[in-house]
């Protein structure tokens, strides 16, 4: 995983930017039931990106990141995380909005698939948040028709912590919604043994 080089992003802006014809294969499973990007958003998305890069202006934990190929440093995916609830200070009688964050990851091109990226990345990125970061968990969102981003939850020891069962339609298919997540200290306990 590294910071966004303007070799990443272009490659990024190939990805994102919606095809002439149809979508990109990768779109049908990363949150299909979500609004997907316009060229306009996400040629927008990319040019901030190349002036942060320009300026090397991230923060100090980064939100995300290129993952690259460590190999040959061909661009492969991106990992990411967002607030599902940004902390409160704690009130006197202790009670507070804790730190928590959700884990975003995509690999772009199909042929990548299934070739370990997902699953290290995922990893790499939860070592690094857990790091450099407040909070005692970590979760992510998928769906039942990514088998893959399933995969990766159960491989890399997170819990299948929520099922929402039949809560989300893909192409006339109903499928449950699901959260995988971990704790701090599972995830130490995991990586000391
Ligand atoms: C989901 C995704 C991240 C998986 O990444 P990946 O690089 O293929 O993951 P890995 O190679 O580490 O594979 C992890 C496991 O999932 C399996 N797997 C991957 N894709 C699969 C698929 N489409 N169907 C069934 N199993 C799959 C792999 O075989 C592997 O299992 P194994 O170790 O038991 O053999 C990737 O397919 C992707 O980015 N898809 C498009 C975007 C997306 O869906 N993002 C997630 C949004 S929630």
């Known amino acids: ?69 460590s190999a040959t440093g061909r661009f492969v995916g991106q990992v990411s995380w967002y607030w599902e609830e940004r902390p409160t200070e704690e009130s006197a009688d202790g009670t507070a909005l804790l730190p928590w964050r959700r884990l975003g990851l995509a690999i772009y091109d199909p042929s990548d698939w299934s070739a370990g990226y997902g699953t290290e990345a995922l990893a790499l990125w939860t070592d690094y948040l857990f790091r450099t970061a407040d909070g005692d968990r970590l979760d992510y969102a998928t769906w039942s028709g990514n088998a893959g981003m399933c995969r990766i939850g159960a491989k890399l020891g997170f819990t299948e912590e929520a099922r929402f069962r039949k809560a989300r339609k893909v192409r006339g298919e109903l499928y449950d919604a699901v959260v995988y997540g971990v704790l701090r200290e599972e995830w130490e306990a995991r990586r000391a043994g």
């Open 1 to 69: 995983m590294r910071d966004w080089t303007p070799a990443d992003i272009e490659a990024l802006r190939r990805w994102i930017v919606p095809p002439e014809q149809g979508v990109h294969k990768w779109q049908l499973f990363d949150g299909p039931f979500y609004a997907r990007w316009t060229a306009e958003g996400a040629n927008g998305w990319c040019d901030g990106l190349l002036r942060r890069a320009h300026d090397g202006d991230w923060p100090a934990v980064r939100e995300h990141l290129a993952v690259v190929d």
